[in-house]
């Protein structure tokens, strides 16, 4: 069956330490992204890439990284420049450039700065 | 900047019953896409519906219905025969052509269904 997959679900990091969230996706979807969900926020968005070898900022991109090196595979690195990192952070993917059907979304990463 | 408000926090409904969430949006824009997502306790989102802007008929899914009110610039979304299955965070979201491919969403309404 066709899907995103985020790996692992649940994340811990030290503080001072990167960690990388994996997102894979076998739709054949164009588009990636990555938001992540705090309580009372809503969904922010941080990354997103509409074709392999380019991304843009989000809304809240300071202290995160990507890359598309592949059209199935959009990680997402949370650098130690995160000053709060724990939330929930959901990847989701869409076909060609637009979002009018809306996204599919993966399971998530909850990740915990311990 | 485009913006979506959900002014209600937390709601609850006894099954059975009809509940309705509200959201509204800003935009400049004349051509867009609006959508209610719910993410239950396993957190998994899921698409409830989807209505096109520029058609006047309101989307229906099943037991889940919008009340689209382009002027007012609003985006209900109305649970009939309310199920247990029902509860979950409730989010409002829209597109618009000129954004590429951003979805924009409120902060989510969490609805409690009761036996």
């Known amino acids: 069956d066709g899907g995103i997959t985020q790996s692992p679900k649940y994340l811990f990091r030290k503080e001072g330490q990167n960690v990388t969230l994996s997102c894979e996706q076998n739709?054949?979807?164009?588009?990636m992204y990555w938001y992540r969900q705090d309580p009372g926020q809503g969904l922010r968005l941080i990354y997103y890439s509409q074709i392999v070898n380019d991304f843009q900022k989000g809304d809240i991109a300071e202290g995160y990284s990507v890359s598309r090196e592949k059209k199935e595979s959009f990680p997402l690195t949370v650098t130690s420049a995160q000053k709060n990192p724990t939330a929930f952070y959901l990847c989701?993917?869409?076909?060609?450039?637009?979002?009018?059907?809306?996204?599919?979304f993966g399971s998530g990463t909850r990740l915990t700065v311990v | 900047a485009q913006t979506v408000t959900q002014s209600q926090p937390e709601m609850s409904v006894q099954e059975a019953e009809t509940v309705t969430l509200s959201c509204t949006y800003d935009?400049?824009?004349?051509?867009?896409?609006l959508f209610w997502y719910k993410q239950p306790p396993s957190r998994q989102m899921i698409l409830v519906i989807r209505?096109?802007?520029?058609?006047?008929q309101n989307a229906t899914e099943n037991r889940f219905s919008v009340n689209f009110q382009k002027a007012a610039k609003s985006f209900s979304l109305k649970i009939s025969d309310s199920q247990l299955g029902d509860t979950a965070m409730y989010f409002c979201?829209?597109?618009?052509?000129?954004?590429?491919?951003?979805?924009?969403f409120g902060e989510g309404t969490q609805l409690t269904v009761n036996p």
């Open positions: 989701a993917s869409s076909t060609s450039g637009t979002a009018n059907y809306g996204y599919t």
């Open positions: 739709l054949n979807h164009d588009a």
């Open positions: 209505q096109e802007a520029y058609k006047q």
């Open positions: 979201a829209f597109t618009i052509q000129t954004s590429g491919s951003r979805l924009t």
């Open positions: 935009t400049s824009e004349s051509n867009y896409y």
